[in-house]
């Protein structure tokens, strides 16, 4: 089973919809990552999380919002989605205990909002 | 201009042809980071150093913190390091990671 699980992997869906995108970690890590991709731009971060009462904003976080309900699972959900949210969606995760270490990703959410 | 640049943005070379992908950065860094990216998305962290060398196989990875500059090399390419390489740094406010734009790299057979 992999480390970091993005659910849904795909979604469609219509302009006004609510849309929650989940993760999980099995790594124990404390931090918590939310970041979109978009063609011929670079990861952008959305919220982050350093443990469960330490929620941030990142660069780009107008019109979503996260909910951290356990160390393991980090959610991010766009309140009503708009055409322009069409991106490439990914969790990621990291230990801050041993200083800077990687980020452990999950494989990504593809969503399309019509 | 971008924190993290990276040269080239698209490269494809021959199997078996040496590679090297280029990173600069214009902020303070604790840590820079070089990330595989397959085509069907998912995302793995190759390296991670803050000087010097490191070497994997047939990937190494090089820093100079002085000239803020770091290179990604791969020795004797095969088709399935057809990959988008991402350089990415520990400079943010929190010592969040700061993307590049990534290089798109197609090794031909």
């Known amino acids: 089973d992999a480390d970091v699980t993005q659910t849904p992997r795909n979604r469609i869906t219509k302009t006004g919809k609510r849309i929650m995108l989940e993760c999980s970690q099995t790594?124990?890590?404390?931090?918590m990552y939310w970041y979109r991709q978009d063609p011929g731009l670079g990861l952008r971060l959305i919220y982050y999380s350093f443990d469960v009462k330490d929620i941030n904003k990142g660069e780009i976080s107008d019109g979503y919002s996260v909910s951290r309900q356990a160390q393991a699972k980090f959610s991010l959900s766009l309140e009503s989605a708009i055409p322009n949210q069409t991106a490439l969606y990914f969790c990621?995760?990291?230990?801050?205990?041993?200083?800077?270490?990687?980020?452990?990703f999950g494989d990504g959410t593809r969503l399309s909002i019509l | 201009k971008n924190e993290v640049e990276q040269s080239p943005q698209n490269l494809t070379a021959q199997e078996g042809e040496f590679i090297t992908i280029n990173c600069s950065y214009s902020v303070g860094i604790s840590a820079l980071h070089w990330l595989q990216q397959h085509p069907g998305g998912g995302i793995v962290s190759l390296f991670m150093l803050s000087s010097g060398k490191k070497k994997h196989g047939r990937l190494i990875a090089t820093i100079n913190i002085q000239e803020k500059h770091s290179s990604l090399h791969i020795t004797a390419s095969h088709p399935r390091d057809s990959a988008v390489y991402i350089c990415?740094?520990?400079?943010?406010?929190?010592?969040?990671?700061?993307f590049g734009k990534g290089t798109k790299l197609s090794v031909k057979p």
């Open positions: 990621a995760t990291s230990d801050s205990r041993v200083g800077n270490q990687p980020q452990h």
């Open positions: 790594k124990g890590h404390d931090r």
């Open positions: 990415a740094v520990n400079g943010g406010s929190q010592g969040n990671l700061i």
